[in-house]
């Protein structure tokens, strides 16, 4: 079975780097993913990572993989107030087509 | 850039009707999910298609069906709606192969059961 953990909440500093983690049970995860989602809107990607990568870096943001300790962050650099929303990390078990475990979200809080 | 597009969305019903779901994925994808997310829940994955074909099922009640369509449209069918049947429902589409299968959502269908 699948298990994705996350901490519920984070605050940051506006200006500041947010870090957010997960961590994740299936060893046979191929892809691993992080989503953004403000109230009441639908889920959009931020970006992924493949399971033979330890980090994929796309303008602000950061990911890092540590494969062994099944550990996954996000790394927000200079956050702004369009931060704030809920982060989602989820995981594809294995190939093509398969249903995403998400974990619970993490509220990204900006402070000013 | 085309997305994925539900319709309704928003919906209202009461207890013990029937509803349904569409979802035109974006062009060229061939796959498609759909996904339940209850009040301050994560999305929970319940069934997914590939080429038309059932390709992955997750916490699908048995009172709920879905299929997808030649022109790779979906439909979810659900029946005898139940109260804890009110949330989000995201449908999401893929590339046919590789790129990650990056799945990218819809905007959502809101289904509320009076």
């Known amino acids: 079975g699948e298990d994705v953990e996350q901490s519920l909440f984070l605050s940051v500093r506006e200006g500041d780097s947010s870090v957010i983690n997960c961590t994740y049970t299936?060893?046979?995860?191929?892809?691993l993913y992080w989503y953004k989602q403000e109230p009441g809107a639908g889920l959009q990607l931020l970006t992924y990572?493949?399971?033979?990568?330890d980090m994929k870096q796309d303008q602000r943001l950061t990911v890092l993989l540590n494969k062994k300790d099944k550990h996954l962050s996000l790394r927000i650099a200079d956050t702004q107030t369009g931060d704030s929303a809920i982060y989602f990390c989820?995981?594809?078990?294995?190939?093509?087509?398969?249903?995403?475990?998400f974990g619970k979200g993490t509220h990204l809080i900006i402070q000013p | 850039a085309a997305g994925v597009i539900q319709s309704p969305r928003h919906l209202i019903k009461e207890k013990r009707e029937t509803a349904t779901l569409k979802c035109y994925p974006i062009?060229?994808?061939?796959?498609v999910y759909w996904y339940q997310q209850g009040p301050g829940q994560d999305p929970q994955f319940l069934i997914s298609?590939?080429?038309?074909?059932?390709?992955d099922k997750g916490s699908i009640p048995d009172r709920f069906s879905a299929q997808q369509f030649s022109d790779y449209h979906s439909e979810l069918n659900m029946s005898s709606l139940e109260l804890g049947d009110s949330a989000l429902y995201f449908c999401?589409?893929?590339?046919?192969?590789?790129?990650?299968?990056?799945?990218?959502f819809g905007p959502g269908t809101r289904l509320t059961v009076l």
């Open positions: 999401a589409s893929s590339l046919p192969t590789g790129h990650g299968n990056e799945q990218f």
């Open positions: 299936d060893s046979s995860s191929t892809y």
């Open positions: 990572i493949f399971s033979n990568m």
């Open positions: 989820a995981e594809n078990p294995s190939g093509r087509a398969d249903g995403l475990t």
């Open positions: 062009p060229r994808h061939d796959t």
């Open positions: 298609f590939y080429e038309k074909m059932q390709s």
